[in-house]
């Protein structure tokens, strides 16, 4: 069965791969399952039928047969348990695995997240620029800790998973800020993500949707 994702019918982000459709995009490229996508407006993500799927009328939802969810990282697990390549089969590494994808969104991202919402949307705020150094000596300290847990392996813990799927996909909300080039090999592993075939068909997927919102 083809399983069906939503995305976002114009993104924010303007076809940079930076929206929550992106990671689920990836793992099913991973694991070379078919699916198919339906693209969504800001106003139809507010009505009852998307808020059936997504009780917080945001993307992605996954659907496949009677099986319907929400929060891209459950999804993504989801992908990773149904289908080999995104977890490891020993039993130790397997839930390894799954701590950093948690790691990831619980600590990796939050000040990261923090970050745009003072650049993107208090860019005007009085206590912008009080705020924004201190976030980002934050998020510098999260990068030098994982850098270190990194060292010079290429992926965090043995072959490439789900958890180093979901944290490139996190990572990569940093490329214009610079602060990821302070820590060389965190931004090589960022690249390596970046220049797998899986994630380059994902990116290239969302970007013709984006480009294709642009036209019309």
Not at 10 to 35: C, F, H, I, K, T
């Amino acid at each position: 069965m083809i399983p069906t994702i939503t995305a976002f019918e114009r993104s924010p982000d303007g076809g940079r791969g930076l929206a929550r459709d992106m990671q689920v995009r990836w793992a099913l490229e991973e694991v070379d399952q078919p699916y198919d996508v339906r693209l969504v407006s800001f106003d139809a993500m507010k009505q009852s039928a998307h808020l059936a799927l997504n009780p917080f009328g945001s993307i992605p939802t996954y659907e496949e047969g009677d099986l319907a969810l929400f929060e891209s990282g459950a999804i993504v697990l989801h992908i990773a348990e149904r289908h080999a390549g995104l977890l490891p089969e020993d039993a130790n590494a397997r839930p390894r695995a799954i701590a950093w994808m948690f790691a990831a969104f619980s600590t990796i991202e939050q000040p990261i997240l923090e970050r745009a919402t003072a650049v993107i949307q208090e860019g005007d705020a009085p206590w912008r620029d009080q705020r924004l150094p201190l976030v980002d000596d934050r998020i510098r300290k999260r990068l030098a800790e994982l850098s270190r847990c990194l060292g010079d392996r290429d992926w965090l813990d043995g072959a490439f998973s789900a958890g180093d799927l979901v944290m490139v996909g996190v990572l990569r909300r940093l490329q214009r800020s610079g602060l990821l080039n302070e820590f060389p090999n965190v931004a090589a592993y960022v690249a390596r993500g970046e220049a797998r075939p899986a994630f380059k068909r994902a990116f290239d997927a969302q970007l013709a949707v984006a480009m294709a919102a642009a036209k019309g």
